[in-house]
């Protein structure tokens, strides 16, 4: 499934709307570029959930940061990570298969270490403004929640 963005407030409008299916234990796991979008779509996830979308910054520096809304919300940036195995010492693991939802960025750098089901966005620019988002699916919770995703938002 494909999905175009033509503003940050569209973008924002998508993960809300996918915030709207998510249930605790599920993973969102963002590739794309630097500027692709992928922070703001994290907002709007968070923000769906019930997190002021204010408050979710990027945590580049400190890999994860935790929101507490009505699912609580796992915030990785992977970034600066060196090497996958670096996430290990922050009992990651903990996080992604806990109590609240996970939404990874620049999971890529995980390599190895992906977890075996989640839902992947991979973000592209396309132009100064838009962006395009294609979404599959890694198991069958995820499946089912890429289904529930494209009939809220569809292609």
């Known amino acids: 499934m494909e999905i175009i963005s033509r503003s940050e407030k569209q973008t924002l409008d998508i993960g809300r709307k996918i915030a709207a299916n998510l249930v605790k234990g599920d993973i969102i796991c963002l590739w794309g570029q630097l500027g692709s979008g992928k922070t703001v779509l994290a907002k709007g996830i968070s923000s769906g ?5 204010e408050e979710v910054i990027s945590p580049t520096f400190v890999l994860m940061r935790r929101y ?3 699912i609580p919300v796992y915030h990785f ?3 600066r990570l060196s090497r ?3 996430i290990i010492n922050i009992g990651y693991e903990e996080f992604l298969f806990g109590d609240g939802v996970s939404i990874i960025e620049w999971a890529d750098r995980l390599v190895h270490l992906l977890p075996q089901e989640f839902l992947k966005v ?3 620019v396309s132009g100064e403004s838009k962006r395009i988002f294609k979404f599959t699916a890694r198991g069958k919770r995820h499946k089912e929640l890429l289904e529930k995703i494209n009939a809220d938002i569809g292609s």
Request: hydrophobic share 30%.
């Open 49 to 53: 959930l019930g997190v002021s979308k």
């Open 68 to 70: 507490d809304a009505r």
């Open 77 to 79: 940036d992977l970034y």
């Open 84 to 86: 996958p195995d670096d």
């Open 122 to 124: 991979e973000l592209r």
